[in-house]
C-alpha cells in the first residue's frame, strides 16, 4: 500500500463497486490504483504496489 485516501464511510448493506487499473509493470512490481464507489459517490482511492518475492528476496516476474 502506497498511498490511500477515504472520503466518505460505508454502512452494513452498502452495494459498494471496486474500480481496479495496473498503472505500472515494472520488472519486479505492479502498481495497481484502486477506486471504491457507492452508486455515483468515490468513497475512497488508493494506490498498491505488489512486489513478486522468492525466498523472501525480490524477483522478475516476467509480466513486463
Do not use: C, W
Not at 20 to 43: E, L, P, W
Amino acid at each position: 500500500l502506497t498511498d490511500i485516501n477515504f472520503y466518505s464511510g460505508a454502512v452494513l448493506g452498502d452495494f459498494l463497486e471496486l474500480e481496479a487499473t495496473i498503472t505500472k509493470i515494472g520488472i519486479k512490481s505492479i502498481t495497481v490504483q484502486v477506486k471504491v464507489f457507492n452508486g455515483s459517490d468515490t468513497m475512497a482511492e488508493g494506490e498498491f504496489k505488489f512486489v513478486t518475492f522468492l525466498n523472501g528476496k525480490p524477483f522478475r516476474h516476467n509480466l513486463s
